[in-house]
């Protein structure tokens, strides 16, 4: 468990999942598996980036209707 030394006396292994442990005095789950993290932060990096683009096809969708709408009523 690197970089939890000092506190490796209240983590304690989660049974069937390797590199995640409860820390005994708050009860979370720590992941020491640094490949499975950064694995993590790329999906949500992905889905907030999918998620901007989303927002942003929607906001142009809506500046066409409404150019539509313009053409339309003259």
Avoid: C, W
Avoid at 5 to 22: A, F, Q, T, W
Avoid at 28 to 56: C, G, P, S, V
Wanted: charged share 30%.
């Amino acid at each position: 468990m690197p970089g939890f030394k000092n506190h490796s006396s209240r983590l304690i292994p989660v049974e069937g999942h390797p590199g995640l442990y409860r820390d005994s005095t708050s009860n979370a789950i720590i992941n020491t598996n640094n490949k499975e993290i950064e694995k993590r932060r790329a999906a949500r990096a992905k889905i907030a980036a999918e998620k901007q683009e989303l927002e942003q096809l929607k906001s142009d969708v809506s500046e066409i209707k409404g150019l539509l709408k313009q053409l339309l009523e003259r």
